[in-house]
């Protein structure tokens, strides 16, 4: 096994790419890394879950986690051909393993439990999903709930109930009838895994990701992150998404570290969330890694000293704001180390080197064999000048396989893959003089609500679609506990009359997340328009912003909102209160800071 070298800045990346990409792979697929694993860690923690932070831990060693996933894999082969396998599973003990087989038998489905059943029904219908893996009614995610209508609209489906439940449609049950060898190892070009990202009718988009990328990725997270062998990882994340199904599964397993699965709600639970710091000092937690607003909503947990084993923590899902970030530094000594990327790129572009410098505000440095380009916001085809923010272009091997429905190349929605394979990412954003990328904004104002992306188009698509409105703009205003909540503006038609409460009611029945579902309807006589006649989202934003704050500050008089010269939201409150930069930064906002603090 090739050693992955400490990340410690820009020379290793070339260092690395110097390489074949193969030298850094712990194999080509994703049951290739599983079964390398067992060879090499055997006997070793694989895999511990905790159903409450104090309870007894189930515990899965590498040796075990690759019996499981191989018995698991013949089970769904039984079934013929490559079937799709969809999850609405939480992190229970048998996820990974369930998910690792699925892959390796045919295509791993993961599905939001939370989404309504109708969304959820159609993901199954366009991927022609064959079996369903859902939790029993003991499970707190509702899905148990949802099972009644998504069989009447697919009555063929096969449902597999996991976890603490009775029936002949209980999982070991329906493992011991499906008996059977564990199928050929699939190519590594071969489909492995599809995943919902946002889309742009109303409905997910479904990214296609390969064996190829996932197992580029499971390197590429676990250098990035500076995983190694013997290292433990709390999980709070949860697994339907690629973020926590690859740092807090596959990649561990490349590294031959323990990941600690922080039972089945992970950071939803509050339970856990208050439990954190002592469940990492207690397990020896080496890396921690959570979105910025369970940064931040640990931060409120926090006692000295910090776990003692503890070298960094990442951040991702959404930008951490630079005043979080020095704040969470200096009370905890625990270095911030940010990635960034989306799931058509399989997970991450870039990185800050563990082994070297954080910088409150970037997302760190591109990582070995990925490539990023800035293309100019006013001219297309022209590069960006340095320092000029613009939309980051990526291309690596881990960019994805296209969507599901659309042809592998050609394709026209954003982001897309364009001419030489490069990804619009939809964000804006600027390299600084040592090549950190710094990201300013969304081009796509996509809404951040705790690490699931809201495309606002879905809300704007069903309150467009009452006769009363006449034009509508979504934007997230910024909250302290999930980063931002979806609002909605609208302006009425003329003479039409509507309340904001009747509004939401009927548009939301056509919104299939409800985590999408607008917070507030604001009425308003007319939308700020840009000079060429769009809507102004940027004042929007503002507004949204600045109803935030004084919420917060009712008694402050002067309170005044801008976009600073990067881009981000600031904030001036006249008198300033104590601890107003504190609580402004909880939000995502920003007090202005003196340059020289702005590096740690």
């Given at each position: 096994?090739?050693?992955?070298?400490?990340?410690?800045?820009?020379?290793?990346?070339?260092?690395?790419?110097?390489?074949?990409?193969?030298t850094?792979?712990?194999?080509?697929?994703i049951?290739?890394?599983?079964?390398?694993?067992?060879?090499?860690?055997?006997?070793?923690l694989?895999?511990?879950?905790?159903?409450?932070?104090?309870?007894?831990?189930?515990d899965?060693?590498?040796?075990?986690?690759?019996?499981?996933?191989?018995?698991m894999?013949?089970?769904?082969s039984?079934?013929?051909?490559?079937?799709?396998?969809?999850?609405?599973?939480?992190?229970?003990?048998?996820?990974?393993?369930?998910?690792?087989?699925?892959?390796?038998?045919?295509?791993?489905?993961?599905?939001?439990?939370?989404?309504?059943?109708s969304?959820i029904?159609d993901?199954?219908?366009?991927t022609?999903?064959?079996?369903?893996?859902?939790e029993g009614?003991?499970?707190?995610?509702?899905?148990w709930?949802?099972?009644?209508?998504?069989?009447?609209?697919?009555?063929?489906?096969?449902?597999?109930?996991?976890?603490?439940?009775?029936?002949?449609?209980r999982?070991?049950?329906?493992?011991?009838?499906?008996?059977?060898?564990?199928?050929?190892m699939?190519?590594?070009?071969?489909?492995?895994?599809?995943?919902?990202?946002?889309?742009?009718?109303?409905?997910?988009?479904?990214a296609?990701?390969?064996?190829?990328?996932l197992?580029?990725?499971?390197?590429l997270?676990?250098?990035?992150?500076d995983?190694?062998?013997?290292d433990?990882?709390?999980?709070?994340?949860?697994?339907?998404h690629?973020g926590?199904?690859?740092f807090?599964?596959?990649?561990?397993?490349?590294a031959?570290?323990?990941?600690?699965?922080l039972?089945?709600?992970?950071?939803?639970?509050?339970?856990?969330?208050?439990?954190?710091?002592?469940?990492?000092?207690?397990?020896?937690?080496?890396?921690?890694?959570?979105?910025?607003?369970?940064?931040?909503?640990?931060l409120?947990?926090?006692?000295p000293?910090?776990?003692?084993?503890?070298?960094?923590?990442?951040?991702?899902?959404?930008?951490?704001?630079?005043a979080?970030?020095?704040?969470?530094?200096?009370?905890?000594?625990?270095?911030?180390k940010e990635?960034?990327?989306?799931?058509?790129?399989?997970l991450?572009?870039t990185?800050?080197p563990?082994?070297?410098?954080?910088?409150?505000?970037?997302?760190?440095?591109?990582?070995?064999?990925?490539?990023?380009?800035?293309?100019?916001?006013?001219?297309?085809?022209?590069?960006?000048?340095?320092?000029?923010?613009?939309?980051?272009?990526?291309?690596?091997?881990?960019?994805?396989?296209?969507?599901?429905?659309?042809?592998?190349?050609?394709?026209?929605?954003?982001?897309?893959l364009?001419?030489?394979?490069?990804?619009?990412?939809?964000?804006?954003?600027y390299?600084?003089?040592?090549?950190?990328?710094?990201?300013?904004?969304r081009?796509?104002?996509m809404i951040?609500?705790?690490?699931?992306?809201?495309d606002?188009?879905?809300?704007?698509e069903?309150?467009?679609a009452?006769?009363?409105?006449?034009?509508?703009?979504?934007?997230?205003?910024?909250?302290?506990?999930?980063?931002?909540?979806?609002?909605v503006?609208?302006?009425?038609?003329p003479?039409?009359?509507?309340?904001?409460?009747?509004?939401?009611?009927?548009?939301?029945?056509?919104i299939?997340?409800?985590?999408?579902?607008?917070?507030?309807?604001?009425i308003?006589?007319?939308?700020?328009?840009?000079?060429v006649?769009?809507i102004n989202?940027?004042?929007?934003?503002?507004q949204?912003?600045?109803?935030a704050?004084?919420?917060?500050?009712?008694e402050?008089?002067?309170?005044?909102v801008?976009?600073g010269?990067?881009?981000?939201?600031?904030?001036?409150?006249?008198?300033?209160?104590?601890?107003?930069?504190?609580?402004?930064?909880?939000?995502?906002?920003?007090?202005?800071?003196?340059?020289?603090?702005?590096?740690?």
């Open positions: 096994m090739t050693a992955w070298p400490l990340f410690d800045g820009p020379a290793i990346v070339e260092q690395v790419e110097a390489e074949p990409l193969a850094w792979l712990r194999g080509e697929t049951p290739a890394i599983v079964a390398k694993a067992a060879e090499e860690a055997g006997g070793g694989a895999h511990r879950f905790l159903d409450v932070p104090d309870g007894a831990p189930v899965r060693s590498f040796d075990e986690l690759f019996a499981e996933t191989a018995r894999a013949g089970a769904f039984s079934l013929g051909g490559r079937p799709v396998v969809a999850s609405l599973l939480p992190g229970l003990p048998e996820t990974l393993p369930l998910i690792f087989a699925a892959s390796w038998a045919g295509v791993i489905l993961p599905i939001n439990p939370f989404l309504e059943a969304a029904a993901m199954l219908r366009r022609g999903a064959r079996v369903l893996l859902a009614p003991s499970g707190k995610q509702g899905t709930e949802k099972l009644a209508d998504i069989h009447a609209a697919m009555p063929e489906l096969e449902v597999i109930i996991c976890g603490e439940s009775e029936g002949p449609d999982l070991e049950p329906w493992l011991d009838a499906h008996a059977a060898p564990p199928p050929p699939p190519a590594a070009d071969e489909i492995a895994a599809y995943f919902h990202t946002g889309g742009t009718t109303g409905l997910p988009k479904i296609r990701l390969s064996h190829a990328n197992a580029y990725m499971a390197f997270a676990g250098f990035g992150g995983m190694r062998a013997g433990v990882i709390p999980c709070g994340m949860p697994l339907f690629v926590g199904l690859v807090g599964g596959l990649a561990p397993v490349a031959r570290a323990t990941v600690v699965q039972g089945r709600g992970g950071f939803r639970d509050r339970a856990m969330l208050d439990a954190f710091w002592r469940i990492a000092e207690r397990e020896g937690a080496t890396i921690l890694f959570a979105p910025p607003t369970v940064a931040a909503a640990a409120e947990t926090f006692a000293p910090a776990p003692a084993n503890v070298r960094h923590w990442v951040s991702s899902a959404a930008p951490l704001p630079a979080t970030h020095r704040r969470f530094t200096k009370a905890t000594g625990i270095a911030i990635a960034w990327g989306l799931t058509e790129a399989s991450v572009l990185f800050t563990p082994g070297g410098e954080s910088r409150p505000g970037s997302v760190g440095l591109r990582l070995p064999y990925c490539e990023l380009k800035i293309r100019s916001l006013s001219d297309p085809v022209r590069e960006a000048a340095p320092g000029e923010p613009g939309v980051v272009m990526g291309r690596s091997p881990g960019l994805f396989a296209g969507y599901l429905g659309h042809a592998d190349d050609g394709l026209t929605e954003a982001p897309a364009g001419p030489g394979r490069w990804l619009d990412t939809g964000d804006v954003g390299f600084d003089a040592d090549g950190y990328l710094v990201l300013t904004g081009a796509k104002d951040l609500r705790g690490g699931h992306n809201i606002p188009v879905v809300i704007e069903a309150f467009g009452l006769d009363e409105v006449a034009a509508v703009a979504a934007v997230g205003r910024p909250d302290a506990r999930v980063g931002e909540l979806p609002v503006y609208v302006t009425l038609s003479g039409a009359q509507a309340t904001p409460d009747d509004l939401l009611r009927r548009a939301s029945g056509a299939a997340e409800r985590a999408a579902h607008p917070k507030e309807v604001i308003v006589e007319a939308m700020p328009l840009t000079a006649g769009k989202k940027l004042s929007l934003r503002h949204a912003a600045l109803s704050v004084r919420s917060l500050y009712p402050v008089t002067d309170i005044a801008r976009a010269a990067d881009g981000r939201i600031r904030v001036a409150l006249t008198p300033c209160p104590d601890g107003a930069a504190d609580a402004v930064a909880a939000l995502g906002l920003e007090l202005d800071i003196p340059a020289d603090e702005r590096r740690i």
